[in-house]
């Protein structure tokens, strides 16, 4: 603070209420989270049939939960068919609960300046995964999960964390849309 500031600090000519607002919206939090749900029913938690696939959302910051830090939900990839092609700021969590099948993941180099330019590899690194396998995709990764099966649907659990979102803002980025997208 300058001089100059001091002595308009001391007149009252530059003052605020901002860690004062934030403490009493701190305590109104609390109270707040009180009303959010702890338990979802079925019926509480959608599907979406969206450029990544067919998804059901089983946590979602617009489920009004209380859970703050990570999103999850099932996706469900037809015999045969594939999941859009995604990147996403965000590791993610994978835990196949039907079916067989395999994802390609396009590792990303990143340069970082006033802005970020990203340039994936080439080539895709193929990883295999059946009912009971926890598939885990890098930061900053492209990924497309393929359902192997002709016959049977391929499921699986999906988490992401909601932080890089607070700290990278919105880095989502569909590259290539489901067929059943299309379809719909």
């Not at 965000?90 to 993941?105: N, P, Q, T």
């Not at 295999?128 to 002709?150: L, R």
């Amino acid at each position: 603070m300058t001089l100059h500031e001091s002595e308009h600090w001391d007149k009252g000519d530059r003052t605020a209420h901002f860690y004062t607002e934030r403490l009493e919206d701190a305590q109104e939090q609390k109270e707040r989270d009180e009303e959010l749900k702890k338990l979802l029913n079925p019926g509480e938690m959608p599907w979406e049939i969206c450029p990544q696939g067919k998804i059901k959302h089983l946590v979602n910051s617009k489920l009004d939960t209380r859970i703050k830090t990570v999103d999850v939900y099932m996706q469900e990839i037809p015999p045969g068919s594939r999941s859009g092609k995604h990147r996403h700021m965000a590791e993610e969590y994978i835990y196949v609960l039907d079916g067989r099948g395999y994802d390609l993941h396009w590792d990303v180099d990143m340069e970082v300046t006033n802005r970020y330019v990203w340039k994936p590899q080439e080539a895709p690194s193929r990883w295999e995964w059946k009912k009971g396998d926890a598939v885990i995709i890098p930061v900053n990764t492209i990924h497309q999960h393929f359902n192997a099966d002709q016959e049977k649907p391929a499921r699986f659990i999906s988490a992401v964390s909601r932080l890089y979102d607070a700290v990278w803002g919105n880095d989502l980025e569909q590259l290539e849309e489901a067929p059943e997208y299309h379809e719909r």
